[in-house]
């Protein structure tokens, strides 16, 4: 390659790099609007009318909380379009079930809750610190991820009404992780899930979500959009442990998952 | 009820419910045995059966900072006292 060739080759490089940053920070700032002025606007009016009128204000708030990422994903579909969305119909049609699901992403979580109109899933304590956010978490039912000092009142209630809302036909979500895996080999996992699955007598689904780190890599601010990535979610597993069995141990679960997980992965565990 | 027989009584709730065998009376439960609050609700729905009775909100409340087993038989038999 002459030098010529080599410097056009080398400002062309830059230029597609510069465009790609422009599309993934545009991307970015509008997601981020959606979720500040886009909550306001378009869904504050309607947690605020559930909070004051609806029946049954968990489930108003859970069904608010999916629609509201529903919208967010399909924003992501309209401004991605090199990133291909494949949600096994099996998962979709989980009912009264444990999920339990490899972690990758922040926006794994969110994408679960996009799936599931009847859901609730465990937060870690901290979140529950920012003012509004708390507010909408506490309204939908969310579980705080540790039980000390102020959060053990409200631990004990919303554990004690979970196999009620799991029997009435709501999804738990969990990621028994309990932090992104930053190499997609699957970590230890928590038993917490597992243990309400016994408690609710509940089927336990296995799930596995792959490449959303890719669009969103942790660490990094802005979504990684232009390049070609396939986000699958796929229902490994579904199944109701014999609770009642002599046999019945937590732990041969709990391995029987993690064996799904890392056979799905390809990685060992870490 | 005895503190004897309360104690066997939770030894024998551990290893069937929750796969602990032998735990160390003093031994830190969740630390060593990652006993957790999930457990811990169980477990007090096993004492409600021990003692017959409902335990309030506020009571199950206090549970959440037992950790060994001498805290639980205590507890116990201080829920079984407020009954009395």
């Known amino acids: 390659m002459s030098h010529s060739e080599s410097t056009r080759a080398a400002a ?21 609007a959606y979720f500040t002025l886009g909550f306001a606007v378009f869904f504050g009016p309607f947690y605020l009318v559930a909070a004051v009128f609806a029946p049954d204000r ?67 304590n901290r979140l529950f610190r920012f003012p509004f956010l708390n507010w909408v978490m506490m309204g939908a039912g969310y579980l705080p991820s540790a039980s000390e000092g102020r959060m053990a009142a409200l631990m004990v209630e919303r554990l004690e009404s979970l196999p009620a809302f799991l029997s009435g036909g709501g999804n738990l979500i969990v990621f028994p992780e309990g ?60 199944w109701t442990p014999d609770y009642n069995s002599e046999q019945f141990s937590l732990k041969k679960v709990i391995e029987r998952v993690r064996m799904l997980l890392e056979e799905d992965s390809g990685k060992k565990k870490v | 009820m005895t503190r004897d027989e309360i104690c066997s009584r939770i030894l024998a709730i551990f290893s069937e419910k929750f796969e602990i065998d032998n735990p160390g009376l ?12 999930i457990d811990a609700i169980e477990l007090l729905r096993e004492i409600e059966v021990m003692l017959d009775s409902q335990l309030t909100q506020e009571e199950k409340k206090s549970a959440m900072t037992i950790r060994t087993i001498n805290d639980i038989v205590a507890y116990v038999i201080d829920m079984a006292a407020v009954r009395a």
């Open chain 1, 12 to 32: 062309f490089q830059s230029g597609r790099a510069w465009w790609t940053k422009a599309v993934d920070l545009t991307a970015t700032v509008l997601l981020w």
């Open chain 1, 58 to 124: 968990r489930r108003a708030f859970q069904w608010l909380n999916h629609l509201f990422y529903r919208g967010f994903f399909l924003l992501c579909r309209l401004m991605m379009p090199r990133q291909h969305w494949c949600i096994d119909p099996s998962v979709r049609n989980l009912r009264s079930s444990v999920i339990v699901c490899n972690h990758v992403s922040y926006i794994d979580s969110i994408l679960l809750v996009s799936l599931f109109a009847r859901h609730t899933t465990i937060v870690k």
């Open chain 2, 26 to 37: 003093d031994d830190d439960l969740r630390e060593e045995h990652e006993f957790d609050s």
């Open chain 1, 179 to 238: 932090t992104r895996s930053r190499t997609g080999a699957i970590g230890p996992l928590n038993s917490g899930a597992f243990k309400i699955a016994k408690m609710g007598r509940a089927p336990l689904a296995v799930c596995r979500v792959r490449n959303t780190d890719r669009l969103f890599r942790p660490g990094r601010f802005l979504f990684n959009t232009c390049q070609a990535n396939r986000i699958t979610v796929d229902l490994l597993a579904c």
